[in-house]
């Protein structure tokens, strides 16, 4: 579905510019003026050449990066004047992060690497902690395995892990950059039906870079990036 004005905006990026700075006197700009708006509850397919400059947009929209000039607007707050603490809060609370190679702790079982990003600043897990990543392990299918070590795990086990941990604070906003790249036919459309499910049941704002055109052809909305510039939707 196409969310309508009804819906909030929960990224809204103006003029964002990004270069990068290869030496003395070597800027490449790789964004050229970046207009995007996306709503609360939308399931967006990003799209584009490898090298356009996908990545580097969704970094800046997880707040992982800064943009060189413009300004970037997530769940409500204007980035530009934050602190990089303050940053670092409103990811840790708002958002979730998907990679190509999941990012795993290996020598952790499946329901650790769950509760990593609930510790925070304690050093030790809660009871509720716990159930929460029970519950989320459940969730993407892999209760016989939550207290497998990560890295016993198939590629496809391994990245719904991945999926469950993104979502451990609940974030509003999931910002997934090739997470199926490399999985095989049938563990990509599992992990794809995992971010559709939680996107239905909890309105999770999702951002899902893919070169697969059939799991784009299922999003909701495509956002094109050519040349460092969003082109057509
Ligand atoms: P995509 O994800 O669409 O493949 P990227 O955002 O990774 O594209 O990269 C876009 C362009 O920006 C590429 O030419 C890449 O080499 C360049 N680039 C990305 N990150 C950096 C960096 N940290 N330093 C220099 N160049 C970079
Ligand atoms: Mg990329």
New binding site residues.
């Given amino acids: 579905m196409v969310k309508d004005s009804q819906h909030p905006i929960i990224v809204q990026l103006q003029g964002v510019r990004r270069s990068?700075n290869?030496g003395t006197n070597f800027e490449?700009e790789?964004l050229h003026g970046i207009d995007l708006r996306v709503r609360h509850g939308e399931f967006c397919a990003v799209v584009?050449?490898?090298?356009?400059?996908?990545?580097?947009?969704l970094n800046i929209v997880g707040l992982l990066d800064r943009p060189t000039s413009g300004t970037v607007e997530v769940c409500g707050e204007q980035t530009t004047v934050l602190d990089d603490r303050a940053l670092t809060r409103l990811r840790g609370h708002s958002i979730g992060f998907v990679f190509q190679y999941h990012h795993l702790i290996t020598a952790f079982t499946a329901l650790e690497n769950v509760m990593m990003p609930m510790l925070g600043a304690q050093e030790f897990p809660t009871a509720a902690m716990r159930t929460s990543a029970e519950a989320l392990i459940d969730s993407v299918g892999l209760t016989r395995w939550k207290d497998n070590g990560a890295g016993q795990l198939s590629g496809g086990q391994q990245q719904r892990v991945a999926v469950a941990r993104a979502l451990a604070m609940a974030p509003a906003l999931l910002l997934a950059d090739e997470p199926t790249g490399n999985l095989d036919t049938q563990s990509a459309d599992e992990v794809f039906a995992l971010l559709r499910r939680f996107n239905a049941e909890h309105g999770t704002t999702v951002l899902f870079?893919t070169h697969n055109v059939a799991l784009s052809a299922r999003c909701d909305r495509t956002i094109e990036?050519i040349d460092g510039q969003v082109t057509g939707e």
């Fill in positions: 990068f290869l490449t790789v584009g050449p490898s090298g356009s400059g996908k990545s580097t947009l870079v990036v």
